[in-house]
């Protein structure tokens, strides 16, 4: 409690000392949000232009890039990609400030796991990985440089983002107790994409409840351990154990490298890919082939399936005009509320599929003057979190420049907020939100507000689905993803969450 307070009281002196909010500079990036707003109704404009493709894919994330890829790759030469922001990559978009790459959303790709081929094959295909004496080696230039990750808590940094526990501590012993439950949900069958994994009627059990409650009711109280779960839960899904299933909450860890205790001698540090800008990297090379079929600055308003092709109306941002699309198959590539919107008559799966709840989420990079100056412990590493604070901490994006000369130091921090602050996230100015950003830090670095040159600021009001109970098995999004007709469906939200392995392996199944 002393260091607690001592830590408070550095803080507000250097908030009333150093602190200069009002130079801060800054704004909003990425598209405004009135484009995403044409969607909600009014008339239709008439088009000023006609235009056709074979395949026409609407929304350039991820799954919308890996669809047109996969079409491309089955011999279908004229696949065209509208996309409302000016750049493709949707959640996997980059940005630049003072000319340092740094991310505006996704930021990292741990390797591939066996079940996720398609990616595995991009990888090979790209270089990032390569087949050596019979083992898959992984291009270490892009792996995440160590230190990796550390946590701020009792007034020093600690390695890793799971909370130290005392040997023979209460804390350790539900460590350990979590790590075999998470060894019995591995058995069960766990996998990325979810598809991939078996579905049980236990697996069906889990996807039922909350993961609060299947916490509680396995007797898991432990204020770090809980904290821990807190963190990974809005770290993936954008919402907590109270929201997310108790499938969603397994997922996390037995679809990947499991949970290891402290002490675990089979615990590795998970290799991860990230580069400055995160996985806008992935992004740039997955849109490169595609250049001249990417029609950027394009909402798409409607989507009318006819009987010979499908009518796509898109609205054309930089020349303020409508133009028309005919198309002989077109994907959705949106996030499923928003196909709903633009499809006429959309069918009962995809009306079903619209109500699924997504979390908002704000991501600032912060452009600091000099580097923060360091507390006891771990040294400065890629990913960074304060222990209780409300955002998930922050990345340094200058941590994987290749570049030994200094530069400019960016920090990436990230928000993922309570459905109930979406509407202040488009009402509160950018001043209040980039208050809240370092204030968040600020009782970590007292420091940084003295330190801010600029903050930009982006916001998703809808940025990703939310596994909430009923979701990863609803009979919707089983139907959407094996709808096969002249209008499919490829987006993350298919899987009832969103990492760029399941929007890949979506966008990649929708040309079968
Ligand atoms: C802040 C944040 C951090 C994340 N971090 C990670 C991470 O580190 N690793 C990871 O694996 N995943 C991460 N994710 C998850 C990320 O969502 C997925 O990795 C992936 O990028 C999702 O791709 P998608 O194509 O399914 O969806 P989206 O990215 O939602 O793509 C949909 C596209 O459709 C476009 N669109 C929407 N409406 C229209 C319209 N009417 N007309 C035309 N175009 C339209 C959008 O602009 C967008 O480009 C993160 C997500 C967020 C929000």
Redesign the pocket.
């Known amino acids: 409690m002393r260091r607690r307070a001592a830590l408070a009281a550095l803080a507000s002196t250097a908030l009333a000392g150093c602190a200069k909010p009002a130079e801060w500079q800054g704004g909003w990036v990425g598209?405004a949000h009135e484009r995403?707003h044409?969607?909600k109704g009014g008339a239709l404009p008439a088009a000023a232009v006609q235009r056709r493709a074979a395949v026409l894919v609407?929304?350039?994330?991820?799954?919308?890039?890996a669809a047109a890829r996969a079409f491309v790759r089955r011999g279908v030469d004229d696949v065209q990609l509208?996309?409302?922001?000016d750049a493709?990559?949707?959640?996997?978009r980059g940005h630049v400030l003072a000319g340092q790459r740094c991310?505006l959303?996704?930021?990292?790709?741990p390797l591939p796991g066996p079940q996720a081929r398609e990616v595995s094959e991009w990888l090979h295909e790209i270089g990032l990985l390569r087949h050596e004496l019979g083992r898959t080696v992984a291009d270490e230039r892009h792996l995440c440089h160590s230190p990796q990750e550390r946590l701020f808590i009792d007034g020093a940094w600690a390695d890793g983002v799971l909370p130290p526990a005392e040997p023979a501590s209460p804390t350790l012993a539900q460590y350990r107790r979590f790590a075999a439950a998470v060894a019995r949900a591995q058995a069960l069958g766990f996998a990325l994409p979810s598809q991939r994994a078996p579905w049980t009627p236990a697996h069906a059990a889990l996807d039922a409840v909350t993961f609060e409650a299947w916490l509680a009711r396995e007797g898991f109280d432990d204020a770090r351990l809980r904290w821990y779960l807190d963190y990974a839960c809005r770290d993936d899904y954008?919402a907590g154990p109270g929201t997310v299933s108790a499938w969603a909450g397994l997922h996390y860890f037995a679809s990947r490298h499991g949970f290891h205790a402290p002490g675990d001698d089979t615990a590795e540090r998970e290799p991860v890919f990230t580069w400055p800008e995160?996985?806008a990297w992935l992004t740039d090379k997955l849109s490169a082939p595609l250049a001249g079929q990417l029609h950027t600055g394009?909402?798409?308003?409607r989507v009318a399936e006819q009987r010979h092709g499908v009518e796509v109306l898109?609205w054309d941002e930089a020349r303020a005009q409508a133009e028309a699309w005919s198309a002989g198959t077109v994907v959705l590539?949106?996030?499923l509320f928003?196909a709903a919107r633009?499809l006429q008559d959309p069918p009962d799966t995809l009306r079903a599929a619209a109500a699924q709840p997504h979390a908002p989420?704000l991501?600032a990079n912060l452009h600091l003057a000099r580097p923060l100056l360091d507390r006891p412990g771990a040294p400065p590493s890629w990913d960074n979190v304060p222990f209780g604070a409300r955002g998930l901490g922050y990345v340094d994006a200058s941590h994987q420049r290749l570049d030994p000369s200094p530069g400019p130091v960016v920090l990436t921090a990230?928000h993922?907020l309570p459905a109930a602050e979406r509407g202040a996230l488009l009402e509160q100015g950018w001043r209040h939100w980039a208050g809240r950003v370092v204030d968040d830090l600020a009782p970590t670095h007292p420091d940084l507000p003295g330190k801010v040159e600029r903050i930009d600021l982006m916001r998703?009001g809808h940025?990703?689905a939310v596994p909430a109970p009923g979701w990863r098995g609803h009979p919707a999004l089983a139907a959407l993803r094996a709808q096969r007709g002249r209008v499919r469906f490829?987006?993350?939200?298919l899987a009832g969450y969103?990492?760029?392995?399941?929007?890949f392996s979506?966008?990649s199944a929708v040309a079968g």
């Open positions: 598209a995403g044409r969607l609407v929304g350039a994330g991820i799954a919308g890039l509208l996309e409302l922001e493709p990559g949707g959640n996997s991310p959303g996704a930021h990292y790709l954008g995160g996985n394009r909402t798409v308003l898109a590539a949106l996030p928003a633009v989420w991501v990230y993922a998703y940025a990703m490829a987006h993350a939200d969103s990492v760029f392995e399941e929007a979506a966008g």
